[in-house]
């Protein structure tokens, strides 16, 4: 069972512009020669080579995971029109209630957690294969916190965004230590993996 929380990265340590825009930071996934097809949308990127096969290994994981974000992802993606990424079931960590405006076959696949993070992962990890996507990047502050996140991945783009969201902001687990294990130089992107151990 794995907890993974991944995402594109600028080099001042940004994750989106304060807007929840994020520019030039998805440039690379249409910078390349090789397609990948995007788990449950009909998306299609084109990378290189390198990272074609990073982002296949991604997505075959995501088919069988279960995915936990915020409320405020959730908003700003619409829901994702009722199919989260890896279409599969979703977890939003909120107090708020589901949209009323909704119909209940888009809101099938998402459960609205109010009892916090440590309850939407093991929710999510009953609903899957064990392994869980996290998104939005309080949310995986709060795992990484709590002790419950166990992969970090970076998207590391060589741009500066000034300002922003940061990927890693109120972080408050002092017993948290990273291993390096995965490197991969992408076009306009580098990918790094790192495990997450706690002592």
Request: charged share 20%; proline share 7%.
């Amino acid at each position: 069972m794995t907890v993974i929380a991944s995402f594109c990265m600028s080099l001042d340590g940004f994750v989106a512009r304060p807007d929840n825009s994020v520019g030039p930071l998805f440039d690379w996934y249409s910078r390349g020669d090789v397609e990948v097809p995007m788990a449950g949308y009909p998306i299609t990127f084109r990378v290189s080579a390198a990272s074609a096969d990073y982002l296949r290994a991604q997505t075959d994981l995501a088919r069988s995971s279960a995915f936990v974000c915020g409320r405020r992802v959730f908003d700003h993606t619409g829901g994702w029109g009722g199919n989260p990424p890896g279409n599969g079931r979703a977890f939003v960590m909120t107090h708020r209630e589901p949209p009323a405006d909704w119909p209940a076959e888009r809101l099938a696949p998402f459960t609205f957690v109010p009892d916090g993070v440590e309850s939407a992962i093991n929710q999510a990890k009953a609903a899957g294969d064990g392994n869980v996507s996290v998104s939005g990047p309080a949310v995986a502050q709060q795992c990484l916190n709590a002790g419950l996140l166990d992969e970090i991945r970076i998207d590391l783009v060589p741009v500066f965004l000034g300002e922003g969201i940061p990927y890693f902001a109120n972080i408050d687990n002092d017993g948290a230590e990273l291993e390096r294990v995965e490197v991969v130089e992408g076009d306009g992107v580098t990918h790094l993996r790192y495990r997450v151990h706690y002592r």
